[in-house]
């Protein structure tokens, strides 16, 4: 008879707890649903800098201009930040700070920050 009574006990928990954690959401790896806060980026007097960065990740650098999209790779970050000395400006100009690149010639890739 005893194993019936825990069985029922563990039920009525389960069912108890069940709408408590319905609403917590997540995603799946145990963090919920928080995301990171976003990174920034910001130009200044030739630099464009960026705070925020992952710092589990390769981040490679982004430019598109008059003369098209190019960029290259900068490494790794310890504490999220990077500076990066830029030519001057050839028209509307935009950067970013991406993920790895896969996909066609690297076409595709995940934008951590961005500013023009």
Excluded at 41 to 52: E, I, L, P, Y
Excluded at 65 to 88: M, Q
């Amino acid at each position: 008879m005893r194993p019936i009574h825990i069985a029922a006990t563990a039920a009525a928990l389960a069912f108890a707890v069940s709408p408590a954690l319905a609403d917590r959401g997540g995603n799946g790896n145990g963090h919920g649903n928080q995301s990171p806060a976003p990174a920034a980026c910001s130009v200044s007097d030739g630099t464009v800098s960026a705070t925020g960065l992952p710092t589990g990740e390769v981040i490679n650098f982004m430019v598109t201009d008059a003369s098209g999209e190019w960029g290259w790779v900068l490494g790794f970050t310890d504490d999220g930040t990077w500076n990066v000395s830029v030519p001057a400006a050839n028209g509307a100009t935009s950067y970013e700070f991406v993920s790895r690149t896969w996909g066609p010639n690297g076409s595709k890739y995940d934008v951590f920050a961005g500013c023009a």
